[in-house]
């Protein structure tokens, strides 16, 4: 397995992984999502929705633990790449303009997915100390998910912290969806304006999605 | 009897390698809008020679936009403010009267400045040399007809092949990274018969020369496209990602 991996330790490989690793979350977020949606069913739907996951518990182990890979792999190569770049140009530009034309729509964001790569996983780490470690100082006692979900999402902290993490998330997607098929190869003149749209809406429905969750709670 | 501008110009100066540089700044007077930008700084180096001073150093062979040697970052676009255009092709009547102008080297690691307005970019030879080529029997041509290319394979493989390796793509991205010039290189001979054969080796030896030499990676930013003279688009990198996937997988390992 050595060819592998020193394939994918260069430039190009890395790339790869990044992608692959990237859109195997967004296959999550999907997942996600969708549970969440539950919530605007009605309570008992989405009490039930949580318990039956939560009774799957070697199945949730084995999801966490590849969800877990899936991020580490995704924020270690981020930093790995960044350090590259930036060893890659070791004195910068005393003056610097963009010759692209009419910059598309996703073009400019590349330059921001490190920060609102950082602002998601600020947000992750605190929706994990929020719902599966339930480490913060809420009355977590006997509620049930659907009750605890809206005690969190109405505390204003939560509700900042959570928009912008949506935001932060639409950001990142509107590049990171396109971005990953072209760095599998996988951007061919035909397909790469439906690709990039496929993106935009893509990035839009999710941080939209996740950010209503946050406005729903407040009119609770 | 043509305009003429007066103008400022802020060049980079460097003596050596090694040495410190900062950029120093000139006033020239009476430039015709009908001289190319190259023409300006032959004009400024004549005024430096007269003073005693030392010309400023920029590389530049043909003057027609077809050698690839001559390029600097003009106002921080690469080549200039035209797309499409080699710095030799810039004329001057894209500038103001009065304008100041910016003038500074390819900025990578991978191309170290030799001086002022010259760079190193012998590293694009080295990473030719690990890969970019066809290996052929020596001894008479082979007959004209006896490998037949698609016309649409030709036409791909010729836009990629305009590809001059002036740097300038190296010079745009912000990660300094050469995944343009290396997918056109990968390009030009993947998509031809005669290149078939080593098309997987070429892919690997080519990335890993491109790797050990520090250029950056690819973040999709595309600023390589609008900077590129020769018009390389960037569906060669997407080729070149997908020759690499390939290679990687379903060939014997280099």
Redesign the interface.
């Known amino acids: 397995m ?3 991996v020193r ?2 330790s ?7 992984v990044m992608a692959i690793t990237g859109l195997l979350l967004c296959g999550f977020l999907v997942v996600h999502l969708a549970g969440n949606f539950l919530l605007y069913v009605s309570p008992e739907a989405y009490n039930e929705y949580a318990h039956k996951l939560h009774s799957q518990e070697q199945l949730l182990m084995v999801a966490e633990v590849g969800l877990f890979a899936l991020f580490i792999f995704h924020i270690y190569l981020a930093f790995s ?1 960044t350090r ?2 930036q ?15 009419v910059p ?1 729509p996703t ?2 964001i ?2 921001w ?1 490190m920060a609102t790569g950082f602002v998601v996983l600020g947000f992750l780490i605190l929706h994990l100390a929020d719902f599966k470690f339930e480490a913060r100082s809420f009355d977590y006692e006997g509620k049930e998910p659907f009750d605890k979900a809206v005690m969190i999402l109405k505390n204003p902290v939560t509700m900042g912290l959570y928009l912008a993490g949506s935001i932060a998330l639409w950001v990142h997607l509107t ?1 990171g969806f ?2 990953a098929f ?8 035909k397909i ?1 304006c439906t690709i990039e749209w496929i993106g935009i809406i893509f990035a839009g429905a999710i941080g939209i999605g996740f950010g209503s969750f946050v406005v729903w709670a407040m009119i609770q | 009897m043509s305009e003429s501008l007066d103008l400022t110009l ?1 060049v980079w100066r460097q003596a050596s390698h090694d040495a410190q540089g900062a ?1 120093r700044t000139y006033q020239l007077s009476g430039i015709s809008i009908d001289m190319s930008f190259l023409e300006m700084l032959d004009v400024l180096n004549e005024h430096l020679i007269n003073r005693g001073e030392e010309p400023v150093a920029f590389d530049h062979d043909c003057r027609e936009g077809i050698c690839g040697t001559c390029g600097v ?1 003009i ?4 080549h200039g403010p035209d ?1 499409k255009t080699t710095t030799c092709q810039l004329h001057m009547r894209r500038f103001k009267n009065g304008d100041t102008i ?1 003038i ?1 080297p390819w ?4 191309f170290p400045v030799v001086k002022d307005l010259v760079v190193d970019r012998s590293a694009f030879d080295r990473i030719m040399q690990a890969g970019g080529y066809v290996s052929v029997n020596t001894g008479n041509a082979p007959d004209a007809n006896a490998v037949l290319v698609p016309g649409r394979d030709q036409e791909k493989a010729m836009d990629a092949a305009a590809c001059i390796g002036c740097g300038a793509c190296v010079a ?1 991205c ?4 050469a995944m343009l010039f290396v997918s056109a290189k990968v390009s030009q001979l993947a998509i031809l018969p005669q290149g078939k054969p080593e098309r997987a080796e070429r892919v ?1 030896k080519m ?2 020369r ?2 050990e030499e ?10 390589c496209e ?2 590129c003279p020769a018009a390389i ?3 060669n ?9 390939k ?2 997988l379903v060939s014997d ?1 280099v």
Not at chain 1, 88 to 99: D, G, P
Not at chain 1, 182 to 189: C, K, T
Not at chain 2, 174 to 177: L, Q
């Open positions: 050595n060819w592998l394939a994918l260069s430039s190009v490989g890395k790339k790869f790449l590259d770049n060893q890659a140009r070791n004195v910068s530009y005393a003056r610097r303009e963009t010759k692209i034309e598309g073009r400019r590349s330059n997915m590049h396109s971005s072209q760095s599998l190869g996988l951007l061919h003149p790469k | 802020k950029f970052v106002n921080g676009q690469p797309t910016v500074e900025r990578a690691s991978s745009a912000k990660n300094a990274s690997l990335v890993a491109m790797d520090n250029f950056g990676s690819c973040t999709n930013t595309y600023e609008a900077a688009s960037v569906t990198i997407a080729r070149l990602n997908r020759e690499y996937f290679a990687m390992p």
